[in-house]
């Protein structure tokens, strides 16, 4: 099994798979972060800007940092607007106080929690916004929890892989509000596949275990009457939000 570390680095390959078959965000996430348009936002792990480009058009500025070269050539072609730079969330290549909001999308529980609260406040202004979102499966779609149990099989039942690493206190930062937002998506059975094969238990997988792990994936969906015998379904989706504030110091 591969440790936190590689699982991390398992985006440095790819880039157009992970733009492609990866799920959005709804609007209502960028509304629960930023209800106002501001001056400077950035988007931290921003991937392929699969959350940033909600974030155009809310900010005079919209800055992507992001530590992986493939992902950031895609977000590049695609939203040639936004400020991309090559960074981690533990080194922020902005200087102090330039910020009004940081947004971190499906990446938070990638980054070294106090060395990237401590970056990220340092680039806030005082009071500024921190918004930390993650999608998960719908805890009622009981196929979609199966297949993220052969993702993630040491994850409780009731708990998700990645939201569990947000708590209510983060150092430098006071709790303002969590926005849990229903949402759903029609997708075809073989891009739902392709969507797992972007995960990064499956990406550090070798090939036979891999393989073992899509097997899974395809017995989950040929047994249960909502997928089996069906090219697409609909996918119900939850993201979660939380916002905070950065402490006045
Ligand atoms: C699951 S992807 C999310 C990408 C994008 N935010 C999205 O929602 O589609 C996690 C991202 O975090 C990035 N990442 C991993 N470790 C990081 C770190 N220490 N600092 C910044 N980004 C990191 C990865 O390269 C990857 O692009």
Known sequence: MADHQQLAKSFEGIGEDYDRYRPGFPVAAADAILPDRVDAVLDLGAGTG???????????????????????DVLRAKLPTVEALEGGAEQIPLPGGSMDAVAVAQAFHWFD?????AQIRRVLVPGG?????????????????????????????????????????????????????GWSERITREDYIRRWLTVSSFLTADDDTRAGMVAELDSILDADPATAGRDDFTLPMVTDVFVYRADAA
């Open 50 to 72: 699969k959350f940033t480009e909600l974030l155009v058009g809310r900010a005079d500025r919209v800055i992507a940092v992001e530590p992986s070269v493939a992902m950031l």
């Open 129 to 181: 916004t921190l918004g930390l979102l993650w999608n998960h499966s719908d805890p009622e779609c009981s196929w979609d929890r199966a297949c993220h149990r052969v993702a993630h099989p040491a994850v409780s039942d009731s708990a998700d892989a990645t939201t569990e690493s947000a708590a209510d206190e983060l150092p430098g930062f006071v709790f303002d509000h969590r926005a849990e937002l």
């Open 113 to 117: 929690r106090d060395a990237a609260c």
